[in-house]
């Protein structure tokens, strides 16, 4: 017996295979009670928390990076492909080709770069919290390790690509 694979709304958040989303649920929340806590530290007390912007910056940086990794995952990044879609189909299976090599290449660079990048500055300390630069870059060298292990196991060119979120809005 074949058994379907789960719709992504039955598994749960704090799951293995949605642990990008939940990063970025965590990310959200740290964001959101960080600078309410900078203006309201701001109004109430004589001296503001400083460390509330540094906090939300980083905390966006893996909204960002982890939310991307849920969107290649899902498929709900947008594509515009009218023009592709004016192409004979030898044409529109080499352009997807270049696109999937592209993306690989782009994820692949972009995890050495964030990788080094988490190195070089891990003795390089933030102003307000004191915390090394390492823990800004590293998490993102692991979402885009995340977004190249993704955009390898969704992305086909050697099949013939459905829209898979048809409810999507994007």
Do not use: C
Not at 11 to 16: C, E, G, T, W
Not at 32 to 41: D, M, T
Not at 91 to 96: G, R, Y
Not at 125 to 146: E, M, Q
Request: aromatic share 14%; no cysteine; hydrophobic share 60%.
């Amino acid at each position: 017996m074949e058994t379907s694979p789960l719709p992504e709304e039955t598994i749960p958040l704090l799951s293995f295979r949605r642990a990008d989303e939940a990063i970025g649920v965590a990310a959200l929340i740290v964001i959101v009670f960080s600078i309410l806590w900078g203006v309201v530290s701001r109004y109430i007390f004589p001296q503001p928390a400083a460390w509330t912007y540094e906090l939300a910056i980083m905390a966006f940086a893996y909204l960002v990076f982890f939310g991307a990794v849920a969107g290649v995952r899902l498929g709900t990044h947008a594509a515009i492909d009218v023009l592709v879609a004016a192409f004979p189909a030898s044409w529109q299976k080499a352009i997807a080709w270049f696109n999937y090599l592209l993306l690989a290449v782009f994820f692949v660079v972009m995890t050495v770069l964030f990788a080094w990048q988490a190195w070089t500055s891990r003795h390089v300390h933030t102003i307000a919290l004191d915390l090394s630069r390492s823990l800004s870059y590293g998490p993102l060298a692991l979402a885009s390790a995340g977004m190249f292990i993704q955009h390898l196991i969704v992305e086909r060119p050697w099949t013939v690509r459905m829209h898979r979120n048809v409810e999507s809005l994007i």
